[in-house]
C-alpha cells in the first residue's frame, strides 16, 4: 500500500521567504507524485505532478518541487512566498499502473506574514 | 477554461435519508471519480468511473454508496442512508485518461448530516 506523509500541518513564512513543503511518500515501485492547493472554498487545483523524467518539475505560480527517490521524498518550494500563496496545499501519489486513484497527505496550511 | 462543477454547495439532511450529490466533468473527460474529506482529515478516495461501470472503489464505498451517469453530462454520487460520520465535503474529479494524467476537481459539496 502506498502512503503520503507531510510533515507540518501548519507552516508559517513571511512575504517574501523561502516557502518549503515537506512530503515524503512510501511506495515499493516509484509513483507519479502531485501537488495540490486549494484555497479558501474552493477545489483542488494541480500545481505540479512528477511521472517521470525530469526530477525537477516547475509548477504554476512559482511553485517546484524535485522528486528524490534515494530519500522517498518530493519536497516543493518557491523561493520568495506572496500573500496570494497563503492556502491549504496537498502532496499526493498515484500507482504508475493499475489505480488511478490518489492517495492524499494530511495536507499543510501555508500562512504568510506581512 | 472548462471547469468541473458541483451542486449543490451545501446539503443538509437528516440521518437516514437518502442524497444524491451531482457533478458535471469536464465535457471530454472520460475518467470520473468521487473523493471526501472528513473536516480536519485527509482527502479519500471513494470511487472511479470509466466507460459507465465502476473501474475501482474503496473500502468507504459500501453498498451504502452509488454513482451513476444518468446522461451525457452528470455523474451522480447517492448515499442511500446517511450517517452521521458521513458528514463530509464531497469532491467530484474527472480526467481526460488515466495515465499520469491530472485529475480536475470541482469545488466540492458539503454534506451535513444532523
Known amino acids: 500500500a502506498q502512503s503520503v506523509t507531510q510533515l507540518g500541518s501548519h507552516v508559517s513564512v513571511s512575504e517574501g521567504a523561502l516557502v518549503l513543503l515537506r512530503c515524503n511518500y512510501s511506495?515499493?515501485?516509484?509513483?507519479?507524485l502531485f501537488w495540490y492547493v486549494q484555497y479558501p472554498n474552493q477545489g483542488l487545483q494541480l500545481l505540479l505532478k512528477y511521472t517521470s523524467a525530469a526530477t525537477l518539475v516547475k509548477g504554476i505560480n512559482g511553485f517546484e518541487a524535485e522528486f528524490k527517490k534515494s530519500e522517498t521524498s518530493f519536497h516543493l518550494t518557491k523561493p520568495s512566498a506572496h500573500m496570494s500563496d497563503a492556502a491549504e496545499y496537498f502532496c499526493a501519489v498515484r500507482r504508475r499502473a493499475g489505480s488511478y486513484q490518489l492517495t492524499f497527505g494530511k495536507g499543510t496550511k501555508l500562512s504568510v506574514i506581512p | 477554461e472548462p471547469e468541473v462543477t458541483q451542486t449543490p454547495s451545501h446539503q443538509v439532511t437528516q440521518m437516514g435519508q437518502e442524497v444524491i450529490l451531482r457533478c458535471v466533468p469536464i465535457?471530454?473527460?472520460?475518467?470520473f471519480y468521487w473523493y471526501r474529506q472528513i473536516l480536519g482529515q485527509k482527502v479519500e478516495f471513494l470511487v472511479s468511473f470509466y466507460n459507465n461501470e465502476i473501474s475501482e472503489k474503496s473500502e468507504i464505498f459500501d453498498d451504502q454508496f452509488s454513482v451513476e451517469r444518468p446522461d451525457g453530462s452528470n455523474f451522480t454520487l447517492k448515499i442511500r442512508s446517511t450517517k452521521l460520520e458521513d458528514s463530509a465535503m464531497y469532491f467530484c474529479?474527472?480526467?481526460?485518461?488515466?495515465?499520469?494524467?491530472?485529475?480536475?476537481f470541482g469545488p466540492g459539496t458539503r454534506l451535513t448530516v444532523l
Open positions: 474529479a474527472s480526467s481526460e485518461v488515466g495515465g499520469g494524467n491530472e485529475q480536475f
Open positions: 511506495s515499493s515501485v516509484p509513483p507519479y
Open positions: 465535457s471530454n473527460h472520460l475518467y
